[in-house]
């Protein structure tokens, strides 16, 4: 793909920034459907950054263009502060990545695929084999053949794929695709000690409780687009807030909640009460719930706020309620 196969409409990446990844007014099309339109995606350096979205939201298309696997239509991008597609080879040297289901010959060992992927690379790679197999904990399986490996075997033999080329960056699609919880811990522990030896690992996902685990920060993705991004846990502060009242008299707790008018939502249940608060609310706001209810003639029993999780947050925020995932 030539440079001028992406249109240059938008400010170019900054090769001096600390972005790992980096778009601008990336766009791809296919006929009259817009996968990605028109994204800004930011992606820090050094940190595991979850690109969330429902199935057919546009993440492996994304990765696709960044990797020019596919043609964008418009917009730029970067990574590692290198621009492409103009100096793509440059870029993707530094880059390991799997596309959809890491494939091997299956008739093959794990080690007999690495050493035909190491012949590709750098003289270098070849040495880089056993300590990849041993990072991704292969090393007592490397010598079986692939057909024999489990989905999480497969998985974890296509990180230490990406590893021969000592990468910067890993862009994993959707690495907890099929595999168990066993599965799904070992390869969340194995991101987590890449991104401490001080890479960047971008990976897509529609697992929220997974990417929450296993993420520092995220963009969350709809139909195409890019609707919020940033640290997870600034995210989710910006959530509404759910406070748990245990009470002696829930309707009356209700109607003293209802006079406040702090609250978007009061249910009354037979135990209690579950206000709903907009993200932010002050913890003042709290204890003066707490003093109408006493100050009313409500014993309270317990008072507590419930944490938001990225599901709930995520939920609020796309347009797919509903939808399965």
Not at 6 to 17: H, N
Not at 121 to 147: F, N, S, W
Not at 166 to 175: N, R
Request: charged share 20%.
């Amino acid at each position: 793909m030539t440079a001028t196969a992406v249109q240059m409409s938008r400010p170019g990446p900054d090769p001096t920034g600390d972005w790992a990844v980096e778009t601008h007014g990336l766009t791809k099309r296919f006929g009259v459907n817009v996968a990605v339109n028109g994204v800004e995606l930011l992606v820090p350096r050094g940190c595991a950054f979850g690109y969330l979205g429902p199935n057919g939201a546009g993440k492996t298309t994304l990765i696709r263009t960044l990797l020019g696997l596919t043609r964008a239509d418009a917009g730029t991008m970067a990574l590692l502060g290198i621009p492409v597609p103009s100096e793509r080879s440059r870029a993707l040297a530094r880059v390991g990545a799997i596309v959809d289901e890491p494939r091997f010959h299956a008739h093959l060992t794990g080690r007999q695929n690495l050493r035909v992927l190491a012949a590709a690379r750098e003289p270098a790679a070849e040495g880089r084999i056993a300590p990849a197999l041993q990072r991704v904990g292969l090393t007592e399986r490397a010598d079986h053949r692939v057909k024999a490996y489990s989905m999480g075997m497969r998985q974890r033999l296509g990180v230490a794929a990406c590893l021969l080329g000592d990468p910067e960056l890993l862009i994993l699609d959707e690495p907890m695709n099929g595999l168990d919880p066993a599965g799904m811990h070992e390869m969340r522990e194995m991101i987590l000690t890449l991104v401490g030896e001080g890479r960047t690992v971008m990976l897509s996902s529609h697992l929220l409780d997974e990417v929450e685990r296993t993420c520092d920060a995220v963009a969350i993705v709809d139909r195409g687009n890019i609707i919020r991004q940033g640290p997870i846990q600034e995210l989710i502060q910006g959530a509404k807030q759910m406070v748990q009242v245990g009470c002696s008299d829930p309707p009356t707790a209700a109607r003293l909640i209802d006079e406040a008018h702090v609250a978007l939502e009061v249910a009354v249940g037979e135990l209690g009460l579950t206000v709903t608060l907009p993200g932010g609310t002050p913890k003042d706001v709290l204890a003066d719930l707490n003093r109408r209810l006493v100050e009313g003639g409500i014993a309270v029993y317990s008072l507590q706020e419930l944490r938001t999780t990225l599901e709930e947050w995520f939920l609020g925020v796309t347009s797919r309620l509903g939808e399965p995932a």
